[in-house]
């Protein structure tokens, strides 16, 4: 599972609420990144950090902000959730492989927002 | 942003078929093609890639084909069994480090 935690793994709250989710790595992976998972959608990248403090933003930003204030933690917060934000929530690292940087992801996080 | 159309979104074969999932791209800089497999509730998993200066990559019963003139990619499955159904998501590298996801095709494999 290289490593990945996400919590919470689910979480039911209501419009307008902020709500945090937490990803934590022990492998002390550079890069990491934060997408949902929609039907029909895919996967789409929210955000993405490359160190402590350095993020950027994805395809599907809007709404979301995050922060890294350590290398092993990336935190996404939805500052007043919507329905529209009701999704499955993927975390992943990425390690270099000379040229390549394979991505694996954590357990997801399943959110509803009513 | 770069975009990636994947094709077919659903595919259901007999066992012992073979299946084949195309995926093409727009940008001619892309350089690294990961294929990804999803199964019901868990979390999507690397089966295989290939970079862009290979034409074949193989791996027991998958491979994957890049065609880098016409800009697409494909995955075959030979000797397809049911715990090969899943979803799967082709996907490439776009920038430095981050990846763009095709929409994904969801393969039943049939007893």
């Known amino acids: 599972d290289a490593g990945i935690t996400q919590s919470p793994r689910h979480k039911v709250t209501e419009t307008g609420t902020p709500v945090t989710l937490r990803c934590h790595q022990t492998?002390?992976?550079?890069?990491m990144y934060w997408y949902r998972q929609d039907p029909g959608h895919g996967l789409r990248l929210i955000h993405y950090?490359?160190?402590?403090?350095?993020?950027d933003k994805g395809e599907v930003s809007d709404g979301y902000s995050v922060s890294r204030s350590k290398t092993e933690d990336f935190l996404l917060t939805l500052e007043s959730a919507t329905s529209s934000q009701t999704s499955v929530y993927f975390c992943?690292?990425?390690?270099?492989?000379?040229?390549?940087?394979?991505?694996?992801f954590g357990a997801g996080t399943r959110l509803s927002v009513l | 942003g770069e975009n990636v159309e994947q094709h077919p979104s659903t595919l259901s074969v007999q066992e012992g078929d073979s299946a084949v999932i195309k995926c093409t791209y727009s940008?001619?800089?892309?350089?690294?093609f990961p294929w990804y497999k999803q199964e019901l509730g868990k979390r999507p998993q690397l089966i295989i890639d290939?970079?862009?200066?290979?034409g074949e990559k193989k791996d027991q019963r998958i491979a994957v084909t890049l065609n880098k003139t016409a800009k697409h990619f494909s995955l075959h499955i030979t000797e397809t069994q049911p715990e090969d159904s899943a979803v799967y998501f082709c996907?490439?590298?776009?920038?430095?480090?981050?990846?763009?996801f095709g929409k994904g095709t969801m393969l039943l494999v049939s007893p």
């Open positions: 492998e002390n992976h550079r890069y």
């Open positions: 950090s490359y160190g402590v403090k350095d993020t």
């Open positions: 940008d001619s800089a892309s350089n690294y």
């Open positions: 992943a690292i990425s390690e270099a492989s000379g040229r390549r940087y394979i991505q694996y």
């Open positions: 996907a490439l590298q776009t920038g430095y480090s981050t990846l763009t």
């Open positions: 290939i970079r862009s200066n290979v």
